[in-house]
């Protein structure tokens, strides 16, 4: 089979008006995530270079490209809450993104309220209906395949408490679609929505 593609090596550019990477590896889940420094200062931002690692026990982590004030609260404190974006949540979650200093709490900026988590210091995001309190189990600086090192960093964390809010649950079973999660795609300024549900089952099970 024959096939016309456009095809480069992203370390020579890759030739096209937009970087086409996280648009292919997408739409991505967003890792919503609650911090507070040292001295007390709380911290709020979106990463979307975020997904779950383990099962058991959970360990989910976010890629800081930069070092960041959320990954600088993280390797003071150790601590770190997930907290769900969903569509009505969408705009404060994207004006938590803003570029703005360690002492600017982006609870207060995005209009949301805080509520006191049960296992860690960081504050979950009131608003949103699911969040999960982690404990930092690493922080692994990233290298390319030259061995040199990147000026990102991939923070991962086990979920220590997780909180749901019952009108979620159907029969006890979380319904995902019912959250209205809000998911990134690529360009400057893509979102996705959740579409079609399948089911599938591993062969022999
Ligand atoms: C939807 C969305 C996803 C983002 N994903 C990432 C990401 O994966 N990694 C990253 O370093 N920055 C990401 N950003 C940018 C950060 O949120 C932004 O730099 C923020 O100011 C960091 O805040 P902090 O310094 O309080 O940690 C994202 C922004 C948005 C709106």
């Avoid at 931002?45 to 976010?62: D, E, L, R, T």
């Avoid at 969903?86 to 979650?93: D, G, K, S, W």
Wanted: glycine share 10%.
């Amino acid at each position: 089979m024959t096939r016309d593609t456009h095809s480069y090596e992203p370390r020579l550019g890759h030739g096209l008006p937009h970087d086409p990477f996280n648009a292919i590896v997408g739409p991505r889940p967003i890792g919503w995530i609650s911090t507070r420094s040292a001295d007390g200062v709380l911290n709020l931002a979106p990463y979307s270079f975020f997904n779950a690692f383990n099962y058991v026990p959970p360990i989910i982590g976010f890629a800081s490209i930069g070092a960041k004030d959320t990954l600088r609260n993280i390797e003071a404190t150790g601590e770190f809450v997930w907290n769900l974006a969903t569509r009505p949540l969408a705009e404060a979650m994207n004006q938590s993104c803003a570029a703005v200093g360690p002492e600017v709490d982006e609870f207060a900026l995005a209009g949301l309220t805080p509520l006191a988590s049960t296992r860690v210091a960081p504050p979950r995001v009131a608003e949103s209906p699911v969040t999960m309190e982690c404990r930092r189990t690493q922080v692994l600086q990233l290298t390319g395949a030259d061995g040199q090192a990147v000026p990102t960093w991939l923070v991962l964390g086990e979920v220590v408490a997780v909180h749901i809010d019952r009108t979620l649950l159907t029969n006890g079973l979380y319904d995902t679609a019912a959250a209205q999660p809000v998911l990134r795609g690529g360009g400057a300024g893509d979102y996705f929505m959740l579409g079609e549900r399948f089911q599938m089952f591993r062969p022999g099970l």
